[in-house]
Every structure is written in C-alpha cells, then in structure tokens.
C-alpha cells in the first residue's frame, strides 16, 4: 500500500490549507490514520490522530485550528488547517495503520508535504 500527501505550500499566517493522503494498493482494513510533522531528521511527531471507529486525537498546538478527516470511498484522508501561523511551518507525513489485502500488517507513510506559513 502507497499513501501519496499532498496539499503543502506557502501561504499566509491565519490562512487555511488542507491537506490529502491518498491510500493506493489492496487494503483489508484501516485502524488508524495520521498526520506528523518533522521535529528532527529521523523524528516526527503526532499532529492528528483518527481511529477507525472515529476517535480522534490532536496536540494541542493544534486543537480547535486542525481536523482529520476520511472520505472511506476513496480511502483518502486530510487534515484541514485553519488559522495557520508560522509556528506550523513543517513537512507534514501521513501515516496509515491497518492490514493489507494480502493479510500482512499495515503501516504505510506518505512522503512529506511541506507547509510554509510567512508572517
């Protein structure tokens, strides 16, 4: 399974953005979709966090401003971002956790997009 992220640009502080990860390949399952952001080379942290059964979960920098979403028809998911400050500038990864069509696990990453915001 491949996720393709997109969305990420340069825009405004207190402008929106939304970003898209687009899951391709045989999927059985989905039990839970992400977004990071990159904190390090080789490090991410969790921005938003969506379970299968509709839980989610954000940090709180990001409360209130950002949503995770699915469109299950297309096994797509976003995050929309409101309120964007310059403080959100990063690369942001998706992430999906689950089990593929061939009943191996699942834990696929879309490569990053990144988001810039000027003040």
């Known amino acids: 399974v491949q996720l393709q992220a997109s969305g990420g640009g340069v825009v405004q502080a207190g402008a929106s953005r939304r970003l898209s990860c687009a899951a391709s390949g045989s999927i059985y399952s989905i039990t839970e979709m992400g977004w990071y952001r990159q904190v390090a080379r080789d490090e991410v942290d969790l921005v938003a966090l969506l379970k299968s059964e509709g839980t989610t979960k954000y940090v709180d920098s990001v409360k209130g401003r950002f949503t995770i979403s699915r469109d299950t028809s297309e096994n797509t998911f976003y995050l929309q971002m409101n309120n964007l400050n310059p403080r959100d500038t990063d690369n942001y990864y998706c992430?999906?956790?689950?089990?593929?069509?061939?009943?191996?696990?699942?834990?696929?990453w879309g490569q990053g997009t990144l988001v810039t915001v000027s003040s």
């Open positions: 992430n999906m956790w689950g089990m593929s069509g061939n009943g191996s696990p699942l834990n696929s």
